[in-house]
């Protein structure tokens, strides 16, 4: 499956912004998504995740109650709205589907190496 990542850009502390991470190639709703980021020189991280059929969501703790992740099956699309922005949420915010089902005893939808397909990332800048 592709990935299409967009949506970011340069935001003042306290601002919002939404993503959006278009898909196509495969059955989009075969698919859990994910959004990761990565901040120079740090590891990818997890930001929150969504499960085939959106019944369940993931957070990070960081971003707990500010972020929000969704998913329009029918527009083959996931987004990640995110309010209250911080200059610590400043990276590259990646999106990544994974194939792995609730019910399989290893599913962790938390690390990034249960995710199959990625995509090419979006900068989120936001300035203090």
């Known amino acids: 499956v592709q990935l299409q990542a967009s949506g970011g850009g340069l935001v003042q502390a306290g601002g919002s912004l939404r993503l959006s991470c278009a898909a196509s190639g495969r059955t989009f709703s075969d698919y859990g998504m994910g959004w990761f980021r990565q901040a120079p020189g740090k590891e990818r991280e997890f930001v929150a995740a969504i499960t085939w059929n959106g019944g369940n969501t993931y957070y990070a703790d960081s971003v707990k109650g500010r972020f929000t992740i969704s998913r329009d099956n029918a527009k083959n699309t996931v987004y990640l709205q995110m309010n209250s922005l911080k200059p610590e949420d400043t990276a590259v915010y990646y999106c990544?589907?994974?194939?792995?089902?609730?019910?399989?005893?290893?599913?962790?939808?938390?690390?990034?190496?249960?995710?199959?397909?990625w995509g090419q990332g979006t900068q989120v800048t936001v300035s203090s």
């Open positions: 990544a589907a994974d194939s792995a089902r609730p019910r399989y005893p290893t599913y962790n939808p938390y690390n990034r190496y249960e995710y199959d397909y």
